[in-house]
């Protein structure tokens, strides 16, 4: 007998509400994307903010950075109290470190595109979150799902796509794919970069700024076997930025910002009040 409790949403309606459920629980966790308060790159021995410990880089091509506390810091690595100097593995690497700097703030080491490591602070209490209220998103719409071609790039195909935080300055992403789509009317050839074993669409349309955060929102994609995919626009989410200045999200490419309103998927994200947090 099948668990009513636990059985899969029975309709696509259904299934979309249970995603929504998850996506507002995902981003209040204590490393979710409203718990992280700083990220920040170690260029040269440094403290970071809000947190004990000095700070530095390693030798060029090893990853992560180098920690000096002491036992009165607190600062766990790996589980074990920090006391002189350790080496705080970055996610770049197969076993990357844990930081524990108290009962509600972590750490985690990242690696940019330029080889140089940063680390970001999350606070399981942090404002964010306290001020949390929901996710605004439109109602399930089947209208805007909708059915392109996939034609995979030589290998090597890049396109550049700019950061809020990077001045203007472009980073050329790998595209795997050209995806072709008819959307109102009218024939599209946008871009979505790697991410992972999936595909990630950034897209802006006429909803941004207005309904919808004004960066823009992605989409993740995967091919079909048969050459085509799928863009359900109702699994359209805000990008992490939305949710914290602390993220450095991409911004869409001229390709891939449309003039008409998709009315699917996420729309801002709000506080207690109902206004929007950021």
Not at 11 to 31: G, N
Not at 217 to 229: C, E
Not at 235 to 258: D, E, T
Request: aromatic content about 10%.
């Amino acid at each position: 007998m099948t668990d009513t409790a636990t059985a899969a949403p029975a309709t696509a309606a259904d299934r979309y509400e249970r995603f929504h459920a998850l996506r507002e629980q995902s981003v209040r966790t204590p490393t979710g994307f409203l718990a992280l308060v700083n990220t920040q790159w170690v260029s040269e021995e440094q403290t970071i903010w809000g947190v004990p410990g000095v700070w530095a880089p390693r030798p060029e091509a090893e990853s992560g950075l180098l920690l000096t506390a002491s036992a009165s810091d607190g600062i766990r690595v790996d589980g074990e109290l920090v006391d002189g100097q350790v080496v705080v593995r970055g996610k770049d690497d197969p076993a990357p470190g844990a930081i524990v700097f108290d009962d509600h703030t972590t750490g985690t080491v990242i690696r940019g595109e330029d080889g140089q490591y940063a680390l970001r602070v999350w606070d399981a209490q942090s404002e964010d979150i306290q001020r949390f209220g929901r996710i605004d998103a439109f109602p399930h719409n089947p209208g805007w799902i909708v059915t392109g071609r996939f034609t995979p790039n030589p290998a090597g195909t890049t396109v550049g796509f700019s950061h809020i935080k990077d001045e203007g300055a472009t980073r050329e992403l790998p595209v795997p794919g050209d995806i072709v789509v008819t959307l109102e009317g009218t024939e599209y050839r946008i871009a979505a970069f790697r991410d992972g074993n999936r595909l990630q669409l950034v897209f802006a349309d006429a909803t941004s700024g207005d309904d919808t955060y004004g960066v823009g929102r992605f989409l993740f994609l995967a091919p079909n076997p048969d050459g085509t995919i799928t863009l359900d626009f109702n699994y359209a989410v805000l990008p992490p930025c939305a949710f914290s200045y602390n993220f450095n999200c991409p911004m869409p490419p001229k390709q891939n910002r449309f003039p008409f309103r998709i009315e699917a998927g996420e729309k801002q994200v709000l506080d207690r009040e109902g206004q929007p947090l950021h």
